[in-house]
């Protein structure tokens, strides 16, 4: 069986596709998009920003898979059309290419339709053609004649429908208008507004008109696919991450008998941690899309006050500590007078706790002796609270629904606002929250213990569950 990247010799050459146009809508634009890259090219709103052929290509992993020739647009179509014209009436024997090839032949530098001739040139050297469409515009008749002279090549060729997004009506005239030249095998690909099925679709399309081509198109997007899961399982966890940091930080204010100064300053310290681990994880999403600072702005988040103590007597936190009152409960509970000497006095109920911690083990002092400790001696933490939480998790799940539909052509900042929408929390939100916070050591990434792992993977896997179920990722 033969593996990814390796290229029989009975395949044929590199798969060279030519994208066309009328000037200003959207050609380098659907390669920065094809590429995931803001680098390519020039996207400016004035017409006629790309003046010469541009070539990119689109990998599989190590192997080469096709070109990418972003060319000028077609500024006047009409002295083309009498061009050609004039040519077809001097070689009436010609085949409809052959004028093509004629018109490239006979156009010199400088040239009025010097941009036109770039053009056809390359949609002579090319396999396919994309022929890029704002449906935005109303269907004008220079563009028909663009199509008609585009065909001429006889050169498959796909439309590529750009701008979409908020245009049904205007995309249901053009496809009216095209089915006029039978060409049915047009694609919605928005290069603001992405999807990843849409450019899966658009190298089906291909694999369709093009059979010699199939095998390797099949590699690509069946690599793409990878790519983009692998993206999205990464950032899901990434941002599962900054959950559990959050949920697991506190801040520890003294005691009951602290002053508000104490409480005051570790407010402050929480809300710099939280704003700070969001913008982290902003930055780390933006690099695995291939984004800037400049296409996202994340608002500061609102920190809320709120203080948690550990409660050692609660059912929950027993079930945690593997205790129940049939075995070791009751047997630790025999060494509390003990305990009690030895601690200066503790209340009976607190001596007795501390012995049925004692039947479990040693590892169960390891993983919770600074809880056990600050119970007996009234400390309190600063912690994030409920309304926090909820709010940071459904702002990522927004963030990470903007970054998966972001075309790399889009010039707008996204905002990711303060207050998104209601949205839905993971199953278990609440359970999920009260684990972590009686976990604290699972926001480091040294804090985790052997017996640790099965729980802190079983609550990572259900937040990237829940952000991944998301029917626009």
């Known amino acids: 069986m033969k593996s990814v990247g390796t290229v029989s ?45 541009e070539r990119a290509t689109i990998f599989a992993g190590s192997e080469a898979v096709l070109n990418l020739h972003d060319t000028p647009g077609i500024e006047d179509v009409y002295a083309l059309q009498d061009k050609l014209h004039l040519i077809a009436t001097r070689n ?82 053009w496809r009216k208008k095209l089915a006029a030249f039978n060409i049915y095998a047009s694609l919605e690909l928005d290069t603001v507004a992405f999807a990843f099925e849409a450019e899966k679709r658009l190298y089906q399309k291909i694999q369709s008109l093009l059979e010699v081509h199939y095998t390797r198109l099949q590699r690509l997007i069946d690599h793409r696919a990878r790519v983009w899961n692998q993206l999205c399982m990464s950032a899901a966890r990434r941002i599962a991450g900054l959950i559990i940091t959050t949920a697991c930080y506190r801040e520890h204010t003294g005691d009951e008998r602290s002053s508000a100064g104490d409480t005051s300053s570790a407010a402050i310290r929480l809300q710099d941690f939280i704003r700070q681990a969001e913008q982290h994880c902003l930055v780390d999403l933006l690099k695995m899309f291939n984004f800037t600072d400049k296409d996202i702005e994340l608002q500061k988040i609102p920190v809320q006050n709120g203080y948690w103590q550990l409660d050692l007597f609660a059912p929950g936190v027993l079930k945690a500590y593997g205790l129940d009152i049939g075995s070791a409960a009751l047997k630790g509970a025999a060494a509390g007078a003990g305990i009690d000497l030895m601690t200066g006095g503790l209340s009976l109920g607190a001596a007795s706790m501390l012995g049925a911690l004692a039947g479990t083990g ?58 998104p929408e209601r949205g839905e929390l993971p199953d278990g939100w609440q359970q999920i929250i009260d684990m972590l916070r009686q976990n604290p050591a699972w926001g480091r990434s040294s804090g985790l213990h052997t017996d640790d792992t099965r729980q802190y993977s079983s609550i990572e896997k259900r937040l990237v569950d829940a952000l991944l179920k998301n029917p626009a990722l």
């Not at 269907?139 to 008609?148: A, H, R, S």
């Not at 409920?386 to 799940?397: A, C, G, I, V």
Request: hydrophobic share 40%.
């Open 92 to 173: 009436k024997r010609s085949t409809q290419s052959e004028l093509l090839e004629k018109f490239v032949a006979a156009t010199p530098l400088n040239d009025p339709l010097e941009q036109e001739a770039k053009v056809i040139r390359q949609v002579l050297r090319s396999d396919v053609l994309l022929y890029v469409i704002d449906v935005r515009e109303p269907v004008l008749e220079k563009y028909l004649i663009e199509i008609e002279i585009l065909g001429k090549a006889m050169k498959p060729m796909i439309p590529i429908f750009n701008f979409t997004a908020a245009h049904r009506a205007e995309l249901d005239l």
């Open 362 to 419: 040693w590892s169960t002092f390891r993983r919770y002796g600074k809880e056990i400790q600050a119970k007996i001696r009234g400390t309190r933490w600063l912690c994030v609270d409920d309304s926090t939480l909820q709010l940071l998790y459904l702002r990522q799940r927004q963030l990470l629904d903007k970054l998966m539909n972001r075309g790399h052509a889009a010039c707008h900042t996204d905002q990711v606002s303060q207050q």
């Open 9 to 53: 010799m009975q395949e044929a050459p590199l798969l060279e596709i030519a994208v066309v146009g009328h000037t200003n809508t959207g050609k380098t634009s659907l390669i920065r998009t094809l590429l995931r890259s803001t680098s390519f090219g020039r996207v400016d709103d004035a017409a006629g920003t790309t003046r010469h052929v």
